[in-house]
C-alpha cells in the first residue's frame, strides 16, 4: 500500500539532503568497486536537494536551505520548521566548479523555493512554489534572471482545482465537527483545553476514512525531469487512484508525463504506464540527456536484491527502446543500501552521479564517479550539439524547429525549437551513429548539415550555427543528407527523410517553383558524369513528384563536374563537390 501524508491549511514541501564539506576522497575502494562519497560541495549542514543540469553540462540547479545571510531569508521562528529552501546554481568552469551561488531575487524570496528543473538550453528555469499557482517558470535573459511567471497550461489548472477543493474539502469536515461538538458547547467555557482535544479527536476521526485518506495525500511534489527535446517533462506527483479525479493513476506518488507546447504551456497530462509505476511510490524522475535513460526513485520491495542492497526507497533505471520502457532495474550498491536512497542525477557526461541517502543517519548528498564500464548504472554516452540560427542576410535570430535524422537508423530520431528571441539551440546526440539535421523557419529555406559521432570519442561539445536563406528568387540550398551509392543514381532510403520535409516546404509556398541541379566530382569522363549528375537529379525529382509535388514546379538539371564547390582532388574536395541542390526559380507567394 502506498503511504498516506496528510495536510491542512498550507502544502509542506519536503526539503532533503545534506552537503558535506569538500574534501577530495577516492572513486573506488581497494577492491576496486565503485564507492559512494559524500558530494563535494562546500557548506555545512545545508539540506541540499538533488541538482538538475543544462544539457550542455555547465549549469547546475538545485534547492538548499543552507545558510544565507541575505534578506529574502526570512528565519522563521520555529527552529524545527525549516521549508524556506532557495535555489542555488554553480557555473562549470576551466578549473572546476564554482562553489554554489544563491540566485536571490526575483526568484528566491521569503517563501520557499525548491524542485527545480531546467530546460536544455539553458534558458529556462522551473521549481515549486506557493503564490497561488505551483509551477513558476523564470525566463535568463543575458545571464539575469527575470521576473517568474506561472507556467500556463493543464498542470497548474490541475493544482488550482485541487487546491480549491481542498480547502472546501477541509471546511466541510470543520462545520461537520461543529456539528457533532454542538451538544456540548457549554465545555468550550468551562475547559477550553478539553474542548480543543475532543475537537482534535473528532478531526482525526475523520481523517481516517478513505475518502479523507484519498483526497489529503501530499498532492503537491512536483519533482520533474525535461526531456532534451524540450517537448516533454516527466513528473512525480500523487494524483490519486484511476477514476477518482480523472487521471488514471494508481494511487500514492506516480510518473506522469507532460506535453511541453511550443507556447511554453505544461499541458496534456498522462499516466506514464504501468512497467514504470506500480503499487508503491515511484518519484524523482531523471532523464538523462541520451533521452532514453529514465532514473526514479521507488518504495517497491526488490525480492531479487541481496540482503543489505535495498531498503525503504530505492533508485531504478530504466531505458525507453522500441516504443516501450524496459523492465526498472535496481542500480544496486554502491547507490541503494538498506536505508532511504533517492534522488538520482548524472550530468551530460555521464561521469559523476548524484544521489541523496541517509545511511548514515543524517540525509546527505552522495556522488559516485563513474568509470566507462560502468555502463548497466550510466546513460548512452552523447555528444552536445549548440549554436544559433539565423537569416542569411540580416543575421537576426530565427525561431525554428531543428530536426534530427538517425541515418544509420534510416528514421527521424527527434527535433528541438530554438528559443524564439535568441533564436539559440542545444541538442545531444548519442555517439555511434551517423545524423542528419535540418533547420526548418517560416520564410526561409530550409537548411541540413550531416555529421558522425564516433562511439569512443571523449565527451564534447559542438558548436554549429546555421544561416537560412530567405525564400526569393535565385535562393538555393544543398540536401546535404540526399545520398547514392558511389556512381549510382539509386536514393538511400536515409535520403528520403530530408526531402520528405521538403514536401512539406513546398506544400506550404505553393507558388515556388524549383531548379533541382546534380554535380559530380572530378572522376571519370565528362560525358559520364553529367549523365550521372542529370540521373540523379532526375531522382530527387521523380520522390518528390511521388510525393505528390505537381512535376510542373521541378525542373532537373545535370552540371556533371562543370561547377565544382572547392578545387583540389583530395578525397574531402571531392566529397563536398558530390551533391545535389535546389534553387527558387520563381516565387510569388
Given at each position: 500500500?502506498?503511504?498516506?501524508r496528510?495536510?491542512?491549511?498550507?502544502?509542506?514541501f519536503t526539503?532533503?539532503?545534506t552537503?558535506a564539506?569538500?574534501?577530495?576522497?577516492p572513486a573506488l575502494?581497494?577492491?576496486?568497486?565503485?564507492?559512494?562519497?559524500?558530494?563535494?560541495?562546500?557548506?555545512?549542514?545545508?539540506?541540499?536537494?538533488?541538482?538538475?543540469?543544462t544539457?550542455?553540462g555547465?549549469?547546475?540547479?538545485?534547492g538548499?536551505?543552507?545558510?544565507?545571510?541575505?534578506?529574502?531569508?526570512?528565519?522563521?521562528?520555529?527552529?524545527h520548521?525549516?521549508?524556506?529552501?532557495?535555489?542555488?546554481?554553480?557555473?562549470?568552469?576551466?578549473?572546476?566548479?564554482?562553489?554554489p551561488?544563491?540566485l536571490?531575487?526575483?526568484?528566491n524570496?521569503?517563501?520557499?523555493?525548491l524542485n527545480?528543473?531546467?530546460s536544455p538550453?539553458g534558458?529556462?528555469?522551473?521549481?515549486?512554489?506557493?503564490g497561488?499557482?505551483?509551477?513558476?517558470k523564470?525566463?535568463l535573459v543575458?545571464?539575469?534572471?527575470?521576473?517568474?511567471?506561472?507556467?500556463?497550461?493543464?498542470?497548474?489548472?490541475?493544482?488550482?482545482?485541487?487546491?480549491?477543493?481542498?480547502?472546501?474539502?477541509?471546511?466541510?469536515?470543520?462545520?461537520?465537527?461543529?456539528?457533532?461538538m454542538?451538544?456540548?458547547?457549554d465545555?468550550?467555557?468551562?475547559?477550553?483545553d478539553a474542548?480543543?482535544?475532543?475537537?482534535?479527536?473528532?478531526?482525526?476521526?475523520?481523517?481516517?476514512?478513505?475518502?479523507?485518506?484519498?483526497?489529503?495525500q501530499?498532492?503537491?511534489?512536483?519533482?520533474?525531469?525535461?526531456?532534451?527535446?524540450?517537448k516533454?517533462?516527466?513528473?512525480?506527483?500523487?494524483?490519486?487512484?484511476g477514476?477518482?479525479?480523472?487521471?488514471?493513476?494508481r494511487?500514492g506518488?506516480?510518473?506522469?508525463?507532460?506535453?511541453?507546447?511550443?507556447?511554453?504551456?505544461?499541458?496534456?497530462?498522462r499516466?506514464?504506464?504501468?512497467?514504470?509505476?506500480?503499487?508503491?511510490?515511484?518519484?524523482?524522475p531523471f532523464?538523462?540527456?541520451?533521452?532514453?535513460?529514465?532514473y526514479?526513485?521507488?518504495t517497491?520491495?526488490?525480492?531479487?536484491?541481496?540482503?543489505?542492497t535495498?531498503g525503504?526507497?530505492?533508485?531504478?533505471?530504466?531505458?525507453f527502446?522500441?516504443?516501450?520502457?524496459s523492465k526498472?532495474?535496481?542500480?544496486?550498491?554502491p547507490?541503494?543500501s538498506?536505508?532511504?536512497?533517492?534522488?538520482?542525477?548524472?550530468?551530460?557526461?555521464?561521469?559523476?552521479a548524484?544521489?541523496?541517502s541517509n545511511?548514515?543517519?543524517?540525509?546527505?548528498?552522495?556522488?559516485?564517479?563513474?568509470?566507462?564500464q560502468?555502463?548497466?548504472?550510466a546513460?548512452?554516452?552523447?555528444?552536445?550539439?549548440?549554436?544559433?540560427v539565423?537569416?542569411?542576410?540580416?543575421?537576426?535570430p530565427?525561431a525554428?524547429?531543428?530536426?534530427?535524422?538517425?541515418?544509420?537508423?534510416?528514421q527521424?530520431?527527434?527535433?528541438?525549437?530554438t528559443?524564439?528571441?535568441?533564436?539559440?539551440y542545444?541538442?545531444?546526440a548519442?555517439r555511434?551513429?551517423?545524423?542528419?539535421?535540418?533547420?526548418i523557419?517560416?520564410?526561409?529555406?530550409?537548411?541540413?548539415?550531416?555529421f558522425?559521432?564516433?562511439?569512443d570519442?571523449?565527451?564534447?561539445?559542438?558548436?554549429?550555427?546555421?544561416?537560412l536563406?530567405?525564400?526569393?528568387?535565385?535562393?538555393?540550398?544543398?540536401?546535404k543528407n540526399?545520398?547514392?551509392?558511389?556512381g549510382?543514381a539509386?536514393?538511400?532510403?536515409?535520403?528520403?527523410?530530408?526531402?520528405d520535409?521538403?514536401?512539406?516546404?513546398?506544400?506550404?509556398?505553393?507558388?515556388?517553383t524549383?531548379?533541382?541541379?546534380?554535380?559530380?566530382?572530378?572522376?571519370?569522363?565528362?560525358?559520364?558524369?553529367?549523365?550521372?549528375?542529370e540521373?540523379?537529379?532526375?531522382?530527387?525529382?521523380?520522390?518528390l513528384?511521388?510525393?505528390?509535388?505537381?512535376?510542373?514546379?521541378?525542373k532537373?538539371?545535370?552540371?556533371?563536374?562543370s561547377?565544382p564547390?572547392?578545387?583540389g582532388?583530395t578525397?574531402?574536395?571531392?566529397?563536398?563537390?558530390?551533391r545535389?541542390?535546389?534553387?527558387i526559380?520563381s516565387?510569388?507567394?
Open positions: 500500500m502506498k503511504h498516506n496528510f495536510l491542512w491549511f498550507f502544502i509542506a526539503a532533503i539532503g552537503i564539506r569538500s574534501q577530495t576522497l575502494s581497494e577492491s576496486g568497486q565503485l564507492v559512494a562519497i559524500p558530494a563535494l560541495l562546500p557548506d555545512q549542514d545545508s539540506a541540499d536537494d538533488r541538482p538538475c543540469f544539457l550542455d555547465r549549469a547546475m540547479y538545485f538548499s536551505r543552507r545558510f544565507s545571510k541575505d534578506p529574502w531569508r526570512a528565519s522563521d521562528p520555529n527552529p520548521w525549516k521549508w524556506d529552501s532557495d535555489l542555488w546554481w554553480r557555473i562549470l568552469t576551466d578549473s572546476g566548479w564554482t562553489p551561488i544563491n536571490g531575487p526575483p526568484i524570496n521569503s517563501a520557499g523555493q527545480p528543473t531546467i538550453r534558458d529556462e528555469l522551473y521549481y515549486v512554489t506557493g497561488g499557482a505551483i509551477l513558476w523564470a525566463r543575458d545571464g539575469k534572471f527575470q521576473q517568474p511567471q506561472p507556467v500556463p497550461g493543464m498542470l497548474n489548472t490541475i493544482y488550482s482545482n485541487k487546491q480549491f477543493a481542498e480547502a472546501h474539502f477541509e471546511d466541510s469536515i470543520r462545520r461537520l465537527v461543529a456539528q457533532e454542538a451538544p456540548d458547547s465545555l468550550r467555557v468551562r475547559a477550553p474542548w480543543d482535544l475532543h475537537v482534535r479527536e473528532h478531526l482525526v476521526q475523520h481523517l481516517k476514512t478513505q475518502m479523507a485518506a484519498d483526497f489529503f501530499g498532492l503537491i511534489r512536483c519533482e520533474s525531469s525535461i526531456t532534451p527535446d524540450g516533454f517533462a516527466i513528473i512525480s506527483e500523487n494524483f490519486g487512484k477514476g477518482a479525479y480523472g487521471l488514471g493513476g494511487g506518488e506516480d510518473l506522469w508525463i507532460v506535453t511541453i507546447g511550443t507556447n511554453g504551456s505544461w499541458d496534456t497530462v499516466y506514464m504506464d504501468t512497467i514504470v509505476n506500480s503499487e508503491y511510490d515511484e518519484t524523482y532523464i538523462a540527456a541520451d533521452g532514453i535513460t529514465l526514479f526513485t521507488s517497491r520491495p526488490c525480492p531479487t536484491c541481496p540482503r543489505g535495498s525503504g526507497q530505492d533508485l531504478y533505471r530504466t531505458q527502446n522500441g516504443g516501450h520502457w526498472p532495474e535496481p542500480l544496486g550498491p547507490f541503494n538498506q536505508a532511504d536512497d533517492y534522488g538520482f542525477s548524472i550530468g551530460p557526461d555521464g561521469k559523476t548524484y544521489f541523496v545511511r548514515d543517519g543524517k540525509s546527505k548528498l552522495y556522488q559516485v564517479n563513474l568509470r566507462p560502468d555502463s548497466a548504472v546513460p548512452k554516452p552523447v555528444v552536445v550539439l549548440q549554436g544559433q539565423t537569416d542569411s542576410k540580416t543575421h537576426k530565427l525554428s524547429e531543428i530536426f534530427v535524422d538517425d541515418l544509420s537508423e534510416k527521424t530520431d527527434f527535433s528541438v525549437y528559443d524564439s528571441l535568441s533564436g539559440n542545444t541538442l545531444a548519442q555511434g551513429h551517423r545524423f542528419g539535421i535540418q533547420a523557419a517560416a520564410g526561409h529555406l530550409p537548411r541540413s548539415e550531416r558522425e559521432v564516433p562511439a570519442r571523449p565527451f564534447d561539445r559542438t558548436k554549429l550555427n546555421l544561416e536563406q530567405p525564400i526569393e528568387l535565385g535562393a538555393s540550398m544543398e540536401f540526399v545520398s547514392f551509392d558511389f549510382k539509386d536514393l538511400l532510403d536515409e535520403s528520403k527523410l530530408e526531402l520535409r521538403v514536401v512539406v516546404f513546398l506544400s506550404r509556398s505553393t507558388n515556388t524549383l531548379e533541382i541541379a546534380g554535380h559530380t566530382d572530378d572522376v571519370g569522363t565528362v560525358a559520364a558524369n553529367q549523365k550521372l549528375s540521373d540523379r537529379a532526375d531522382a530527387v525529382r521523380n520522390y513528384v511521388s510525393r505528390g509535388v505537381p512535376p510542373t514546379r521541378l532537373a538539371v545535370g552540371y556533371g563536374k561547377k564547390l572547392v578545387k582532388n578525397e574531402a574536395a571531392r566529397a563536398q563537390n558530390r545535389v541542390e535546389m534553387t526559380t516565387e510569388s507567394d
